[in-house]
């Protein structure tokens, strides 16, 4: 037997076909007061889209160099616990961690220890405010090139 798609058993259908099906199955209702509603944010929302929809939007265009990089979250409450997890994670193939900092840490060395720092993109989520932290942190890292990024929210905490 060959290989066949499904799709070739059936017809293409266009979206006025579709809208035509739906307002007859809405048995006189109209369509734009019963199916389309309009979002907080004044998107009026459809009950299908097609091709033709997306003929006039514009895309995100990521910049040049950017790069996808496989992420896994850390939780660190327990330091040595959190560094075995980031190396297991890092040999199974992740490239970038994200730390939640949930208090004050006492030893960056052993939250980052065996781990190539200039190879992996570290994302530090904090979880409250505290400045020594913080400076304790840029002060292990140093000036290297190492990638970070700090997520804090100042408002919230």
């Known amino acids: ?19 035509q099906k739906i307002q007859y199955d809405l048995k006189g209702a109209d369509y734009n007061e019963t199916l389309i509603w309009e979002s907080l944010e004044g998107i009026h929302v459809k009950p299908f889209y097609s091709a033709e929809d997306s003929q006039n939007t514009h895309s995100f ?15 660190t409450a327990n330091l040595d616990k959190a560094n075995r997890k980031a ?4 040999n199974s193939g992740v490239q970038s961690l994200l730390f939640k900092i949930p208090k004050a840490i006492t030893s960056w060395q052993s939250l980052l220890r065996d781990i190539d720092l200039k190879q992996t993109s570290l994302h530090f989520s904090f979880e409250h405010l505290d400045m020594k ?7 292990f890292i ?6 970070i990024f700090l997520n804090i929210d ?4």
Do not use: C
């Open 1 to 19: 037997m060959a290989n066949k798609s499904l799709f070739e058993d059936f017809k293409a259908v266009s979206a006025k076909e579709w809208k």
């Open 61 to 75: 265009d990521l910049p040049k160099y950017h790069t996808w990089q496989i992420g896994h979250p850390i939780y």
């Open 87 to 90: 190396i297991a994670v890092l």
């Open 133 to 139: 932290t913080i400076r304790s942190l840029m002060d």
């Open 142 to 147: 140093g000036d290297d090139e190492i990638e």
């Open 154 to 157: 100042i408002l919230g905490n």
